[in-house]
């Protein structure tokens, strides 16, 4: 499957006098809002399960609205029950206050007036609308993985500056080994001057504080994590969540460095590699 983005757009200007638009942004789950006229609420749920066929993830929001058209679908109609006993509030309220009734509040109240569905026409108008829906789902799909391509090459771009990076520190570990060892050593030497102790003994605590700064699985990490990163890439679909879970794990490889490093070099490449994995989590934001 292509790598996809979670924003599109798309809109359908339907023959049965409705429009169909809908719009696809970044999401942590798939959310859906759906605005529909009146005459049409009995179809939302069908609507609903339409974008869930082709969406996973992403913020979606549907808005099906009614164009100027001679094809009716529903008659508003008074409800005179109702307007009735409106009529005796707003009368009372107006002898209260010694003003004059104000009709138009009527037109206000909700259930005053109501659409009066003709089966028929709804029956035909539904499959119209279902079918503008699919036709403008496929409309954010293909915008939606047109920007996953875009996307997939400034990750790869990314993801080279990060490799390069950490084949540095790879090779720049082994002098900080050197380093560290070679100023131990200097520290024990000046020790041994003024009290005996056992040179073996000391080689172990050498070894185990110099293995203590050793980066060098931090690094390997790194380098897993990066080629999980392309698989997922070349796998395409909804892998949003997965690479962002390994931007955050090679993140924290690359902190335990900073914190074990001693030589510059290396604290320098850790500084721009935080801020390169910064921008792939910017753009992994956008991934399906």
């Not at 090779?171 to 131990?184: D, L």
Request: glycine share 6%; net charge negative; charged share 30%.
């Amino acid at each position: 499957m292509p790598l996809r983005s979670m924003t599109g757009y798309g809109v359908e200007i339907l023959n049965s006098g409705y429009s169909v638009e809908l719009r696809s942004l970044n999401g942590r789950y798939l959310e859906m809002n759906v605005k529909i006229p009146q005459e049409l609420y009995r179809l939302e749920n069908i609507f609903r399960g339409i974008l869930r066929e082709y969406f996973v993830r992403g913020s979606l929001d549907l808005n099906i609205s009614k164009r100027y058209s001679e094809k009716i679908v529903g008659i508003p109609r008074l409800n005179t029950t109702y307007a009735r006993h409106y009529i005796d509030i707003l009368r009372e309220i107006s002898n209260m206050s010694n003003s004059p009734v104000d009709y138009s509040t009527l037109l206000q109240i909700k259930d005053i007036i109501y659409i009066d569905i003709d089966e028929e026409s709804i029956s035909n108008v539904a499959k119209s609308i279902e079918e503008g829906i699919r036709s403008v789902c496929e409309k954010v799909l293909e915008m939606r993985e047109n920007e996953g391509i875009v996307l997939g090459n400034e990750l790869q771009n990314n993801l080279i500056g990060l490799k390069r990076l950490n084949d540095n520190m790879k090779t720049m570990k082994m002098s900080q080994n050197e380093q560290v060892r070679r100023g131990i050593l200097e520290k024990v030497e000046e020790f041994l001057c003024e009290h005996k102790v056992d040179n073996g003994r000391f080689e172990e605590e050498i070894l185990y504080f110099v293995n203590r700064l050793d980066i060098s699985e931090e690094v390997d990490r790194i380098d897993s994590h990066i080629s999980q990163f392309e698989s997922l890439l070349n796998e395409g679909g909804s892998v949003g969540r997965r690479l962002d879970f390994l931007c955050q794990e090679i993140l924290r490889e690359l902190n335990t460095i900073g914190s074990k490093s001693t030589l510059i070099d290396i604290k320098r490449s850790v500084i721009e590699g935080k801020d390169i994995i910064e921008k792939i989590r910017e753009q992994v934001q956008n991934i399906e």
